[in-house]
């Protein structure tokens, strides 16, 4: 099993008839960023979601540190160091934004994030911790989202569209704040539009198209060509800029 | 006479300021973004353009018409178009019936015209080939196609684009963007949110930039994302230069 700290096998996972996922594998080691790239409907968040026992793989296995955790509740998952920031953010739209971090921080392990930490990180937040989470905007609400999964310090972090409805400056902190994460030995399984951005801070990048791994490697392995093949399938003309 | 115009509209939730004597006007057919840093009152001002939020201060016209005892339907059959960021479509229906229903209800079709109307949208955004898959099944890219669909069965004078390119990868913007400039070349005026700057950047051709509710730029796009002011409270440094290279 080497030293992964997450293990993905031959992971298959249906959405009723549709195959979001077939035969996936992969791992993610400590202190490691694995970005996930692949076009609307490859089945990126159906793994991340399959990772977090959101869903139910139809065959494969998933281990954390050795240990098989594919029958495990998403719950149990979490207790382990496994922490999904879910695309729509889906907080608790009834709680205040503290107490949606509470949330994150339950049974959280040590590490370097606190809801102090994330205060820092997120200034407009520590006056507007009473708040109840629905009356945030759509980005405020991925902020607090993103902030929840920190607290808890997990050993795996599954970030799915991270930069979604994000100001500009603010993705900017986000993504400085990735080598501090993954120093802390913490495994980093990334999808992100924004193709240049996810590459961008990647060790590795694994490409899915319509739900098998079309391609692998390191960043500096791979060119923008070779990449954008592995994302649409055959040739296409390299995106160009209408500007 | 501008088709939108807004005077000194203002709105606060609590002590959060959404909307601080916003003024500004749309001509028919023009194209503008909004940009601005998350919690700038984007969604809001939207939310008071389509009715779903009343002002606590200033006027709203659309087109002449005073929009203070509008309702929300109304509205939408006067000419005004929405999106939101979270598609919600009728999941358990299909993709034509949603869009069916926006023809029938937004633009008061009946029969062969609603269906024509319906189908139009849907093949404009190139939703054809789902027209009979049920809109819960769509992946998130043509959540946001059904969504901008639906808007457009309404047969609209303005549309209101909340973040429709976030989450998308770089061809399907490019795919987005050519369908709102193709909609703009038919006299339907665009107010677009955007945070992927680059994606306003090729359709509009005036930018809007919100900050506590409060417009601090208003211009030729060039311009206001060259401000000081826009960068230093929203672009930032790094990030904008890749989405603009």
């Known amino acids: 099993m080497g030293d992964a700290l997450l293990e993905v096998k031959d992971l298959t996972v249906f959405h009723g008839q549709l195959c979001a996922v077939s035969g996936v594998s992969f791992t993610v080691e400590p202190g490691e960023v694995l970005t996930m790239v692949g076009a609307n409907g490859a089945g990126k968040s159906t793994l991340l979601l399959t990772i977090a026992g959101l869903h139910r793989q139809t065959s494969g296995s998933i281990f954390f540190k050795g240990s098989d955790v594919t029958k495990l509740a998403p719950q149990r998952r979490v207790r382990l160091g496994i922490s999904l920031v879910p695309e729509g953010r889906r907080l608790f739209p009834s709680l205040t934004l503290e107490e949606n971090l509470q949330v994150g921080a339950h049974h959280a392990s040590k590490g370097v994030f606190s809801i102090e930490r994330i205060y820092e990180l997120f200034d407009w937040m520590p006056e507007r911790r009473r708040q109840r989470a629905w009356q945030f905007s759509g980005g405020e609400q991925q902020a607090i989202a993103i902030g929840r999964a920190l607290v808890a310090n997990p050993q795996v972090l599954l970030l799915d569209e991270l930069s979604l409805g994000l100001a500009p400056i603010v993705i900017e902190r986000i993504y400085a704040l990735i080598p501090e994460i993954v120093a802390q030995g913490v495994g980093i399984l990334l999808v992100e539009q924004d193709v240049t951005l996810g590459v961008g801070v990647a060790n590795r990048v694994h490409c899915l198209l319509e739900g098998k791994t079309s391609l692998t490697g390191t960043p500096q392995e791979l060119s923008a060509q070779q990449i954008e093949r592995a994302y649409f399938g055959g040739d296409m003309a390299v995106a160009e800029d209408p500007t | 006479m501008p088709l939108l115009q807004l005077v000194g509209v203002s709105k606060k939730f609590g002590q959060v300021v959404v909307g601080q004597e916003i003024t500004f006007q749309l001509e028919e057919g023009a194209a503008v973004g909004i940009i601005g840093p998350n919690g700038a009152g984007k969604t809001s001002l939207f939310a008071m353009i389509s009715g779903d939020v009343k002002p606590d201060a200033g006027e709203i016209d659309f087109d002449g018409h005073n929009l203070a005892r509008v309702g929300q339907a109304a509205r939408a059959r006067l000419g005004i178009g929405r999106t939101y960021q979270v598609p919600r479509p009728f999941e358990h229906m299909t993709v034509f019936e949603n869009a069916l229903l926006a023809a029938q209800q937004g633009a008061r079709a009946r029969g062969q015209a609603a269906y024509a109307l319906a189908y139009g949208a849907l093949s404009r955004t190139g939703l054809e080939e789902w027209a009979n898959a049920p809109a819960g099944s769509l992946a998130l890219m043509h959540r946001k196609r059904l969504e901008l669909a639906r ?5 609209p004078r303005i549309l209101l684009l909340d973040e429709i390119a976030g989450g998308l990868t770089d061809l399907e913007v490019n795919d987005l963007t050519a369908i709102i400039r193709g909609l703009r070349s038919e006299g339907i005026a665009v107010l677009w949110i955007e945070h992927v700057v680059r994606a ?12 506590s509710g409060s ?31």
């Open chain 2, 215 to 245: 417009i601090i730029a208003d211009g030729p796009p060039k311009d206001v994302v060259a401000s000081e002011a826009v960068r230093s409270i929203y672009l930032g440094g790094k990030i904008i230069n890749t989405a603009l290279s």
């Open chain 2, 200 to 211: 306003l950047l090729s359709t509009v051709d005036r930018l809007l930039c919100l900050s």
């Open chain 2, 151 to 155: 808007a457009l069965a309404t047969r």
